[in-house]
């Protein structure tokens, strides 16, 4: 969420979104922050079809990448 946070984007998913797509990937049943629950749930963080559109594909990869590192290794990325 941190990396996420630091993008260019309309608005920022704040705590409220972060809350809601917890909810979102619990409801989901999703165990993991895989590919597939990453690109289908963005619009419960973002409100802007243009941030969404941003957020697909290598961008969202790239973003999911880190959240796993970071959780694997909570010392090693910022």
Known sequence: ???LRTKDL????GIAE????R???????????DAEAVDGT???LL??????ARLRGSEAEAL???AVAAVADP????
């Open 23 to 33: 909810r979102a990937l619990v409801a989901l049943d999703r165990t993991a922050l």
């Open 18 to 21: 972060t809350l809601d797509w």
């Open 10 to 13: 309309f608005k920022l998913p």
């Open 1 to 3: 969420m941190q990396r």
């Open 42 to 44: 963005p619009g419960v």
């Open 75 to 78: 010392g090693a990325v910022p």
């Open 64 to 66: 999911r990448s880190a």
């Open 47 to 52: 409100k802007y079809q243009d941030d969404i």
